[in-house]
């Protein structure tokens, strides 16, 4: 598995462009904020992969507002938008529907304990008449039937972020296509992180990988046990759970009581937050390190207090913008380079977290979560 470590690049004008947006409506009923000047575009290292497994590293280019002529409408559908990591990824939907001038439609389940309410959802987008579903599968099989349903439905179904694990049908389809990153990687990259800063002194770890049965939590759960196999890190606990900052946090301190020669704590973004918070809250800030395989803004702002060792960053708004540029070539026609396409993640640690931009990783600070939008005229 090959692991980067490289900053990706980055035109400026694509920040520029975005934070027009920055005042679009908070919810339904809102008057949502005039489209991005449609001239500016945006560029990011991204890794294509084949359905063979080979991956290319190469920018990724997005189409054209020029080449867009469809009325398309594109119904995403988030896991929940209850912390920073899919309010990013809302905003980077947005930010790339409004460039390319399409109706964009969010709905949110609520919670990972809430696959019916997803399911139920993503059923009424495909009797609606969307153009496009944008997924956020909040189970990896359990959403499978659903996605089967949109593409016999002729609806283009991009899986993003968390990603699925559905039959070669699907994966085939030429409806079908991925805007996710390995989160194995991901967790791979923040495993060697601890390992060699470890320098082979035994390390006891917490892993706090997320929700059962999601793809992204499985994937990064084995990128963390594979890395540090043979080393001094040793898993001490593996605890599951929805990725609410409550949840992780009791996960966590549950975790520091009955294992209290743990040496540091190990999770998604959320999970390493909420680390922080119970060291923070037991006196302990500093005694344990605190990694997350994937980074939302308080773990950032963590690192850089020197409170958190590290986290990688995975770019979820340019998965955002990914997974619409890729939905609406396919409404379009065009054939995509990669039906599976993510951008690089980083390593992001006290050494490099002063050189890596905020709006970048996560989008404006003052975002808020928005439910329609469509242009003007529609």
Known sequence: MRMKNSVRAFLAGAVVAVLAACGAAGGAGEEAAAAPDASENWTIAADY???????????????????????WKVCA?????????????????????????????????GGYGNLSTQISQMDDCIVQGYDAIILGAISADGNCSTIERAIEAGIVVIDFINGTNCSDAVKSSELFAQAVVSY???????????????????????????????TF???AAQGFADVTEGTSVETTVVRRGDTGLDVQLSLIQ???????????????????????????????????????????????????????AGAVADHTPFQGRIAMDMAVRLLEGEELRATRVGPVPVMVSDENVDEVDYVELFGPRDFKPVYEWAPSGS
């Open 77 to 109: 559908l988030l896991p929940h938008v209850k912390d920073a990591l899919w309010v990013s990824a809302n905003y980077g939907n947005l930010m790339e529907a409004q460039r390319l001038g399409v109706q964009y439609n969010m709905f949110e389940a």
């Open 217 to 219: 939590a499985n994937d």
């Open 184 to 214: 194995y990687d991901t967790a791979a990259l923040a495993a060697e992180h601890l390992v060699e800063t470890s320098n082979g002194e035994p390390r006891k770890v917490g892993v706090f990988p997320g929700p059962d049965g999601a």
């Open 254 to 308: 549950d975790a520091l009581q009955a294992y209290p020669d743990m040496t540091d704590v190990f999770g998604v973004d959320i999970a390493a937050e909420a680390g922080v918070v119970a060291l923070r809250n037991a006196g302990k800030t500093g005694e344990l390190g605190v990694y997350g395989y994937t980074i939302i803004p308080g773990l950032y702002e963590a690192i850089q207090n020197g409170d958190a």
């Open 49 to 71: 992969t084949q359905p063979d497994g080979t991956t290319e590293e190469a920018d990724y280019e997005p189409m054209s507002p020029d080449g867009v002529e469809g009325d």
